[in-house]
């Protein structure tokens, strides 16, 4: 079979799974069209200064290659296209993409052709002459991305203008924006980045319009204070959500009512208030949706906060409640000593011959009463509008995205044709969304699964009206996937082919797409390794916040200690610093004074006369778990706890001195 796609994120991923699908009977073969001179899509070509992805790495990293243990949580675009190189490489794709080779056209050939599609195609670089090619073949992946044709709508008068008006599709870095005055149209995260670049760039005045609002929450879980006590672990929320409340042994009717999205969101709703004095978001006092939108049900969360300091500072006010008992979020020292300001307010009506921008009466909204007899002459618009989806090169003959009824991929009558990366996630990553429904469609066309026929649960609610009908819940669409390519682990099958800690991390996990490769059609041989590392780590980097099964024995400001799942011996416990770092020389020493005294008292308390404290840092010496803890592992018997091996040498002793010399001299 030949296949033909686009390239980028969801393009290499969908080629890169077919291919690796090929067997000597059921041959494929796969070519991959890209537009621009290089891979990487949006997150190369509309990336901007300073721009960072808001989903963590290890959400939106592909399952068999991930990011450097010790790389950070959150990466910046250039660095996500350098993963997506290595990922080329390493799967030897290259001369399976064809670059500079815009799609013009795709139509069906007459029936009785050797193959089913004709792709029509430019060849040749901008410098030479382009000529048209065709491709034909018999199934194709169309991943062109939800992020590519600029959404801009029309405001009356925006001619009137004085100044620059462009999409931020062409916003670059701050020299578009330094010393004028700026008004950012939108409220969705790339609408916050440049609200925030725009003051960092001295702007003159910011003005935010949107029509009718957002839900601000980090992308990680930092800078709050609870009872005096500040929280700073960093979590990354899109790894918060557990498998095993949430997708695994979820009843039908509990599903089709999304109730449990409902339930969370009550929780949180009180949980925000507690931390941050206000329900609209985490710390978001203004711009809040309304009440019948405000939830996990209805909005792709707006992760990008940094601008949330600037925005708050006219309607904060100083809760006397939560003041009293130490809860409070801590904007950046930064941002929280400037005296700026980005002003919010509604849509543009109108802007008049002047260049003045009338806003649309909305008398509820605080920020509208704010504004509304301020004289607000921008000489710089960006539109952050979004992005339309449209696909001028598919003949009438074929569906479009928005026909994709099975599962967003497909349409029943035509499963040549697959649509991958047209869903958006309220909390998550395209990405590895693609991966899934590449392998969800590769399953289909290989025969390995039959067309699902049961109604979706995993569509965010929207109103008719609404311009974005592609929002789906991240943990309910990939697991729905899973379970109809047959990638979503049994439980008990999980236990009986990689034990009880893998069972573990997969159910307080989140939907990460390595765990769809543990069993099942795609089982890759590295998954069990990655979900023993970077994901167990997700979630014992939780702590006392999370979900995570430990049988905690002690817990002070600065340390935690519990048993061993899987202990050596009986009393085998772990003491782990609370502040994160992989390795013993990342953790500062204040946060390390506990730490023996208390294995101490475990060895005491747990009757061990003879024990070994192991502490272990780097793969090579034996570290599995990338936050640094200590072992207390009683040694009752010749076979039960610790055994080691020590290759001891003999010493230079001239060596031994210089060595000494040196150590010391460092000390
Ligand atoms: C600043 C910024 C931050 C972001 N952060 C995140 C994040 O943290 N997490 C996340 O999941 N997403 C993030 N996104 C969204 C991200 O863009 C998408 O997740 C990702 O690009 C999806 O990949 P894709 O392959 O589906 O589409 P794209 O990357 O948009 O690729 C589409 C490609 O199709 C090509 N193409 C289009 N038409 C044709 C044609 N006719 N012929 C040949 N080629 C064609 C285009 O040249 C383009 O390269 C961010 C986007 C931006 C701009």
Redesign the pocket.
Same mark, same amino acid.
């Given at each position: 079979m030949a296949f033909m796609r686009?390239?980028? %994120?969801? #393009? !290499?991923v969908a080629l890169k799974t077919l291919l690796e699908s090929s067997t000597p009977e059921q041959q494929i073969e796969a070519c991959l069209?890209? +537009?621009?001179s290089d891979i990487?899509? $949006?997150?190369?070509?509309? &990336?901007?200064q300073n +721009?960072?992805?808001? &989903?963590s790495k290890q959400l $939106?990293t592909f399952s068999d290659h991930r990011l450097p243990l010790d790389s950070p949580d959150h990466i910046s !675009?250039p660095e996500y296209v350098d993963y997506l190189r290595s990922y080329v490489a390493k799967f030897n794709l290259d001369t399976h993409i064809k670059l500079n &080779?815009?799609? =013009?056209r795709v139509e069906r050939l007459p029936d009785g052709s050797e193959w089913k599609h004709r792709v029509s195609?430019l060849d040749g670089t901008d410098a030479e002459e382009k000529k048209e090619r065709f491709y034909d073949c018999s199934h194709i992946a169309v991943? $062109?991305?939800?992020?590519?044709e600029p959404n801009i709508p029309t405001i009356p008068g925006i001619e009137h203008i004085n100044g620059d008006v462009f999409h931020s599709s062409l916003y670059k870095d701050r020299s578009q924006v330094a010393g004028r005055n700026v008004l950012v149209l939108g409220c969705g995260? $790339?609408a916050m980045?440049i609200a925030y670049e725009s003051i960092k760039a001295d702007a003159q005045s910011v003005t935010m319009c949107f029509r009718t609002g957002f839900l601000s929450f980090p992308k990680s879980l930092s800078r709050f204070q609870v009872f005096g006590k500040t929280f700073s672990g960093g979590l990354p929320i899109d790894g918060l959500i557990t498998n095993l409340f949430e997708t695994a042994y979820v009843h039908r009717a509990i599903a089709h009512s999304r109730l449990r999205w409902f339930v969370s969101d009550f929780v949180i709703k009180r949980v925000l208030w507690f931390l941050t004095g206000t329900q609209a978001g985490m710390n978001q006092h203004v711009g809040g949706l309304p009440q019948e939108r405000l939830g996990r049900a209805f909005v792709f969360l707006n992760k990008s906060n940094k601008a949330m300091p600037y925005l708050n500072r006219p309607y904060q006010k100083h809760n006397p409640i939560l003041a009293c008992i130490g809860n409070r979020y801590i904007d950046p020292p930064e941002d929280a000593n400037s005296n700026r300001v980005v002003d919010t307010c509604t849509w543009p009506e109108y802007i008049d011959d002047s260049g003045r921008v009338h806003f649309q009466a909305n008398p509820k909204r605080k920020d509208w009463q704010r504004l509304k007899n301020r004289v607000i002459k921008p000489d710089c618009v960006v539109y952050c509008s979004g992005y339309k989806q449209t696909f %001028?090169?598919l003949d009438s003959a074929y569906p479009t995205a928005s026909d994709a009824q099975i599962r967003n991929i497909i349409h029943p009558s035509h499963q040549d044709i697959a649509f =991958?990366?047209f869903v958006r996630p309220g909390v #998550?990553? =395209? %990405?590895p969304i +693609?991966e899934q429904q590449a392998m969800w469609w590769t399953a289909l066309i290989t025969g390995k699964m039959a067309m699902p026929t049961d109604p979706p649960h995993y569509h965010l609610l929207a109103a008719k009206t609404s311009r974005i009908h592609y929002g789906v819940d991240h943990s309910a669409y990939m697991s729905t996937l899973a379970r109809d390519f047959g990638g979503a682990p049994g439980l008990m099958e999980l236990y009986r082919e990689h034990g009880l800690r893998i069972l573990l991390i997969y159910c307080f996990g989140a939907s990460f797409v390595t765990f769809y490769r543990l069993l099942g059609p795609f089982k890759s041989a590295v998954a069990p390794e990655i979900a023993r590392t970077e994901l167990a780590e997700t979630i014992l980097r939780r702590g006392i916040l999370g979900d995570i099964p430990s049988f905690k024995i002690f817990e002070s400001d600065k340390v935690f200690a519990f048993l061993d799942i899987q202990p050596l011996s009986r009393g085998h416990a772990l003491v782990i610093p609370k502040f994160h770092g992989a390795k013993l020389t990342d953790i500062p020493d204040e946060d390390l004074l506990e730490i023996l005294p208390v294995a101490k008292k475990i060895a005491i308390a747990s009757g061990a006369t003879d024990f070994n404290i192991l502490q272990n840092n780097g793969r090579i010496a034996h570290q599995v778990v990338d936050h640094v803890h200590f072992h207390m592992i009683p040694k009752p018997n010749e076979q039960e706890g610790m055994g080691i091996s020590w290759p001891a040498k003999e010493s230079d002793m001239d060596k031994l001195k210089a060595l000494h010399e040196e150590i010391k001299s460092k000390m």
């Open positions: 686009e390239n980028r %994120p969801g #393009g !290499l069209f890209e +537009a621009e990487g899509g $949006t997150f190369n070509y509309r &990336s901007y +721009a960072e992805l808001v &989903s $939106t !675009l &080779s815009p799609v =013009i195609y991943c $062109t991305g939800l992020h590519v995260e $790339t980045d %001028p090169y =991958i990366g #998550g990553a =395209i %990405p +693609a």
